[in-house]
């Protein structure tokens, strides 16, 4: 009996329960060897949620903000996106590339992603509410300062604006537009006032600024 009570001790004792759940990313021993005290005998990954780095350049420090949400997508992972958070942004930018390391918390249904894989991360825009934000490339230089094409009774009409802050593709209009106004994105440097318009198609700002 007693023999029987050591051998389950010993037993139960062989068992070994892993923390986390996941998957075995490696065994450093072979079935039959016998691992030394202290030793590791199995690494296990937890995929379900990934650490992503990714590298913000000054410009857009502003735009960035720890808990703000991201988009994931990957070369390989075509039409299928993933949820990321920032948790992390380096004070310190680096002294050779001057870009500061961030990190995002991407969540990973389906273990898709893997670790080393190459992703890239899209922020949505926050902007105060009243804000006008236009494409960067609509504003032109004209005199010295930056202009907009007005669309007018289906001509061109340069507006004087002042810009704000850059946000993600979008730049932000302190004076000058009001909500409404229609504007030329592209094509823009090749009119002058006056020229005449047709317009062909019509896009939201949403969408060019997304």
Same mark, same amino acid.
């Given at each position: 009996m007693a023999n029987e009570q050591i051998a389950r001790k010993n037993l139960s004792e062989t068992n070994i329960k892993a923390a %986390?759940?996941?998957? %075995?990313?490696r065994l450093p021993f072979e079935i039959g060897e016998t691992p030394p005290p202290g030793a590791t005998v199995v690494e296990i990954t937890d995929r379900t949620s990934l650490i992503m780095d990714i590298f913000l350049a000054e410009r857009n420090l502003n735009s960035v903000s720890i808990g703000d949400s991201a988009v994931v997508t990957g070369v390989s992972l075509r039409g299928v996106s993933f949820a990321g958070v920032v948790r992390a942004i380096s004070p310190k930018g680096d002294e050779r590339t001057k870009l500061f390391r961030a990190e995002l918390v991407v969540e990973n249904p389906g273990l898709l992603l893997r670790s080393g894989q190459t992703l890239t991360a899209s922020f949505s825009r926050r902007v105060e509410s009243g804000k006008i934000v236009i494409p960067s490339e609509a504003?032109?230089?004209r005199d010295g300062r930056p202009h907009v094409a007005l669309v007018l009774n289906q001509r061109a009409s340069f507006q004087p604006i002042t810009l704000g802050e850059r946000i993600g593709s979008g730049v932000t209009v302190l004076s000058g537009l009001k909500a409404g106004d229609r504007i030329v994105?592209?094509?823009?440097?090749?009119?002058?006032?006056?020229?005449?318009?047709n317009v062909i198609r019509e896009i939201s700002l949403d969408s060019l600024l997304n």
């Open positions: %986390i759940s996941g998957e %075995i990313s504003a032109l230089s994105v592209e094509g823009a440097l090749a009119l002058f006032d006056g020229a005449p318009l």
